[in-house]
């Protein structure tokens, strides 16, 4: 799934695959979810759940160092 990638980049690989996708799906080529991402652009939502969680993660690994 791309939902963890940055919003805009999602969206600018949505503008610019969009015209392909229904040609992916009819030849039954596998798209990497653009196709959901399309509909749920839910990128923001993703990133609000997940940074905090990888940076908490991070953060702890690197004070051993």
């Given amino acids: 799934?791309?939902?963890?990638?940055?919003e805009?980049?999602?969206d600018?690989?949505?503008d610019?695959?969009?015209p392909l996708l229904p040609v992916a799906q009819a030849l039954s080529i596998p798209?990497?979810?653009?196709?959901?991402?399309k509909i749920s652009r839910d990128s923001k939502?993703?990133?609000?759940?997940v940074v905090p969680l990888i940076?908490?993660?991070l953060s702890q690994q690197m004070?051993?160092?």
């Fill in 1 to 6: 799934h791309i939902s963890f990638l940055a």
């Fill in 8 to 10: 805009g980049v999602n």
């Fill in 12 to 14: 600018a690989m949505i």
């Fill in 16 to 18: 610019l695959l969009s």
């Fill in 31 to 37: 798209v990497l979810d653009f196709d959901k991402y």
């Fill in 45 to 49: 939502q993703t990133a609000q759940k």
């Fill in 55 to 57: 940076t908490k993660y």
């Fill in 63 to 65: 004070m051993g160092y």
